[in-house]
């Protein structure tokens, strides 16, 4: 038996006769679709078995490839009834449906989907959580720090109070969230604000042909490249050495650190 496209409904298939019902809900809330049945490319149609006449008159019911079905929002199939089982049977591989709320709208043509309460809750609560834990994120940083978050998020907010800022960013964290988590826990942010406040300071160059240079270092030519060298850990003393002027309190200074290792390739002076 082909398998459909909504694995994601199969407890409705499935499960006990008390939650065995799809219900289809419609994007536009308003107005209908007469269905029909989706050629298989193999010469007949999908969901629809080959019945012979003999075994069509030992049936109740059965779909035909000609069969045509009516679908609107809330229309709902109750797959305890045989006549309601046949028919979704066919009408769940109309182009027109989807198997979830998010897929309809990034799929053209399409209108209904299947509404899961359950999943859809597990989503809402899902994007709460990003949203609390993005919004987290804002509240406990240094107001400092918000002028560089904001310009992680190609936005260039120097010379802004740090109310401004904070204000932009939790809007942030309410839309895209994802955004926020992204300058605040990606795996990288820590070389990304580096290269930004180093960049800043014009400690890190952008010559000729668009490199990126460290008095004699060449990092990259893009951004990306860049953050790839500084974050690799053949380079981790040069990087050292960075973090000290970028920002001269990173490291207390203690006689071990005074005397750096004589392997380290210092940049060259920078005029």
Known sequence: MEKTLFDNVEQLEN???????????SVFKQGKTTVQPVADGMGWYKGIPRLSEDEKRALVHWAEPESKFVIKEGTTFNLNDDAQRITWNWVQFSPCICATKDEV?????????IHLENEEAKANVSKMELKFKATEYVLKDNSVNYPMRAELLGVNMDGESPIIIKDYLMEMADKSPEKILGIYAAKDISIRLLLLKALKK????????GLYMYGS???GTTETTSISWLANP?????????QREVDPNYFKKTIAEATLDNTIKIPANRS
């Open 15 to 25: 499960g006990t006769p008390l939650d065995k019902i799809i219900v289809l809900k």
């Open 105 to 113: 709208q990034h799929t053209p043509g399409a209108e209904f989907y």
């Open 202 to 209: 014009q400690i890190i160059r952008i010559g000729d042909g």
């Open 217 to 219: 270092n060449v990092l």
């Open 234 to 242: 053949d380079n981790a003393e040069i990087v050292k050495v960075l």
